[in-house]
């Protein structure tokens, strides 16, 4: 593969992409937790969230753990998939007044 002047490659690419993820990481936290404590949410994307975080911290697993390296990576992909399914299944509103305010906040402290 040759690498073009003037573009990035994908794995550059992909280092900042997860750089910003860890960055954000705490952030997501609390939008996910604000979600679970709020009414509006309905108890169906709760559900899923919860039994997302239950799998991965279970000794049952899709792919067994002691596989290295791709028995972590499942779990991840789950957990993943879930966390974006439970922002999809929330009400869209709603998503935006924590995020609103989580921003709000941030800006507070800095």
Known sequence: M?????????FSALSVRGLQLLRHLPQFARLYW?????????????????VGVLYVISPLDLIPDFILGIGEVDDLVVLIVLARVFIYLCPPEVVREHVGRLDDESRAVT
């Open 2 to 10: 040759t690498l073009r002047a003037g573009r990035p490659s994908l």
């Open 34 to 50: 604000r979600l679970l404590r709020d009414a509006r949410v309905s108890i169906w994307p709760k559900a899923l969230l919860v």
